[in-house]
Protein backbone atom coordinates (compact mmCIF):
# COMPACT_ATOMS: atom_id res chain seq x y z
CA UNK A 1 0.00 0.00 0.00
CA UNK A 2 1.47 3.34 -1.01
CA UNK A 3 1.55 6.44 1.59
CA UNK A 4 -0.81 8.79 1.09
CA UNK A 5 0.65 12.33 -0.47
CA UNK A 6 -0.91 13.89 2.87
CA UNK A 7 1.02 11.95 5.16
CA UNK A 8 4.27 11.79 3.39
CA UNK A 9 3.69 15.80 3.08
CA UNK A 10 3.38 15.41 7.03
CA UNK A 11 5.89 13.35 7.60
CA UNK A 12 8.61 15.64 5.20
CA UNK A 13 7.97 19.26 7.16
CA UNK A 14 7.43 17.14 11.17
CA UNK A 15 11.35 15.90 10.25
CA UNK A 16 12.24 19.71 8.62
CA UNK A 17 10.79 20.93 11.46
CA UNK A 18 13.00 18.84 14.27
CA UNK A 19 15.82 18.60 12.01
CA UNK A 20 18.93 17.43 13.61
CA UNK A 21 21.79 15.89 12.43
CA UNK A 22 21.24 12.72 13.67
CA UNK A 23 18.56 12.30 12.03
CA UNK A 24 19.82 12.84 8.94
CA UNK A 25 19.75 9.07 8.01
CA UNK A 26 15.86 9.29 8.00
CA UNK A 27 16.04 11.59 4.45
CA UNK A 28 16.29 7.53 3.02
CA UNK A 29 12.83 7.00 4.12
CA UNK A 30 11.49 10.53 3.04
CA UNK A 31 13.40 11.23 -0.42
CA UNK A 32 13.21 8.73 -3.72
CA UNK A 33 16.65 6.95 -3.98
CA UNK A 34 17.26 8.98 -7.46
CA UNK A 35 15.52 12.52 -5.70
CA UNK A 36 16.52 15.60 -7.38
CA UNK A 37 17.44 18.52 -5.45
CA UNK A 38 18.34 21.98 -6.57
CA UNK A 39 18.10 25.28 -4.46
CA UNK A 40 20.38 28.41 -4.93
CA UNK A 41 23.84 26.80 -3.91
CA UNK A 42 23.44 23.33 -5.40
CA UNK A 43 21.58 20.86 -7.73
CA UNK A 44 22.42 17.46 -7.15
CA UNK A 45 20.66 13.83 -7.70
CA UNK A 46 20.39 11.32 -4.90
CA UNK A 47 19.85 10.40 -1.41
CA UNK A 48 23.70 10.36 -0.71
CA UNK A 49 24.24 14.07 -2.28
CA UNK A 50 21.22 15.49 -0.47
CA UNK A 51 22.77 13.51 2.84
CA UNK A 52 25.51 15.29 1.99
CA UNK A 53 24.00 19.05 1.92
CA UNK A 54 22.95 18.72 5.23
CA UNK A 55 25.86 17.49 6.55
CA UNK A 56 27.26 20.58 5.21
CA UNK A 57 24.75 22.78 6.47
CA UNK A 58 25.58 21.82 9.87
CA UNK A 59 29.41 23.06 8.98
CA UNK A 60 28.45 26.09 8.39
CA UNK A 61 25.38 27.15 10.75
CA UNK A 62 24.41 26.40 14.55
CA UNK A 63 21.14 25.30 15.62
CA UNK A 64 19.48 25.07 12.30
CA UNK A 65 15.67 25.25 12.47
CA UNK A 66 13.17 25.56 9.93
CA UNK A 67 9.42 26.94 10.72
CA UNK A 68 6.80 25.88 8.26
CA UNK A 69 4.07 28.55 7.67
CA UNK A 70 2.05 27.57 4.64
CA UNK A 71 1.43 24.04 2.82
CA UNK A 72 -0.24 23.34 0.33
CA UNK A 73 -0.95 19.60 -1.66
CA UNK A 74 -2.43 19.03 -5.07
CA UNK A 75 -2.31 15.72 -6.57
CA UNK A 76 1.73 14.87 -6.54
CA UNK A 77 3.12 18.31 -5.90
CA UNK A 78 3.24 20.01 -2.99
CA UNK A 79 4.33 24.02 -2.22
CA UNK A 80 5.73 24.48 1.33
CA UNK A 81 6.62 28.23 2.82
CA UNK A 82 9.26 28.40 5.49
CA UNK A 83 11.27 30.36 7.96
CA UNK A 84 15.03 29.34 8.54
CA UNK A 85 16.13 30.06 11.37
CA UNK A 86 19.96 29.42 12.30
CA UNK A 87 23.24 30.98 13.59
CA UNK A 88 26.34 31.91 11.29
CA UNK A 89 29.43 29.94 12.86
CA UNK A 90 32.13 32.32 11.21
CA UNK A 91 30.29 35.84 10.92
CA UNK A 92 27.87 37.08 13.04
CA UNK A 93 26.64 35.59 16.47
CA UNK A 94 23.56 37.41 15.73
CA UNK A 95 20.19 35.11 14.70
CA UNK A 96 19.64 35.04 11.20
CA UNK A 97 16.39 34.07 9.44
CA UNK A 98 15.64 32.95 5.73
CA UNK A 99 13.04 32.73 4.13
CA UNK A 100 11.52 30.46 1.37
CA UNK A 101 9.98 28.59 -0.46
CA UNK A 102 9.98 25.03 -1.66
CA UNK A 103 8.14 22.62 -4.13
CA UNK A 104 8.06 19.29 -3.85
CA UNK A 105 6.82 16.62 -5.97
CA UNK A 106 5.87 12.48 -4.30
CA UNK A 107 6.18 9.53 -6.14
CA UNK A 108 4.02 6.89 -5.70
CA UNK A 109 5.10 5.16 -2.45
CA UNK A 110 5.13 8.83 -1.15
CA UNK A 111 8.48 9.94 -1.54
CA UNK A 112 10.23 12.77 -2.76
CA UNK A 113 11.65 12.90 -6.12
CA UNK A 114 11.86 16.45 -6.65
CA UNK A 115 12.96 19.50 -4.14
CA UNK A 116 13.16 22.91 -5.59
CA UNK A 117 13.79 25.64 -2.98
CA UNK A 118 12.88 28.96 -4.09
CA UNK A 119 14.41 31.84 -2.10
CA UNK A 120 16.49 34.96 -2.44
CA UNK A 121 20.29 34.49 -2.14
CA UNK A 122 21.51 38.22 -2.32
CA UNK A 123 18.19 39.86 0.29
CA UNK A 124 18.16 37.05 2.71
CA UNK A 125 21.97 35.58 2.83
CA UNK A 126 24.24 37.80 0.87
CA UNK A 127 23.24 41.14 2.58
CA UNK A 128 23.51 39.97 6.05
CA UNK A 129 27.47 39.30 5.43
CA UNK A 130 29.94 41.96 6.79
CA UNK A 131 32.05 42.05 3.92
CA UNK A 132 28.96 41.95 1.46
CA UNK A 133 26.66 44.04 3.00
CA UNK A 134 27.50 47.51 1.53
CA UNK A 135 28.50 45.97 -1.95
CA UNK A 136 24.97 44.04 -2.05
CA UNK A 137 23.32 47.49 -0.98
CA UNK A 138 25.17 49.53 -4.09
CA UNK A 139 23.91 47.16 -6.65
CA UNK A 140 20.55 46.83 -5.24
CA UNK A 141 19.96 51.02 -5.63
CA UNK A 142 21.93 50.80 -8.66
CA UNK A 143 19.36 47.93 -10.20
CA UNK A 144 16.64 50.53 -8.88
CA UNK A 145 17.35 53.67 -10.49
Known amino acids: MNASKEDALARLVAF ?3 ISEA ?3 QLASIYATDAAFKDPFNEVRG ?3 ITAIFRH ?3 QVNQPRFVVTTRVL ?3 DAFITWDFNFYMKRFSAAPQTIRGA ?20 A ?3 YEKLPLLKG ?11
Not at 102 to 121: E, K, M, P, Q
Open 74 to 76: QGD
Open 23 to 25: ALP
Open 57 to 59: MYQ
Open 135 to 145: LMRWLRRRAAS
Open 16 to 18: YES
Open 47 to 49: IDA
Open 123 to 125: EEL
Open 102 to 121: THLRFDSAGRVCLHRDYWDA
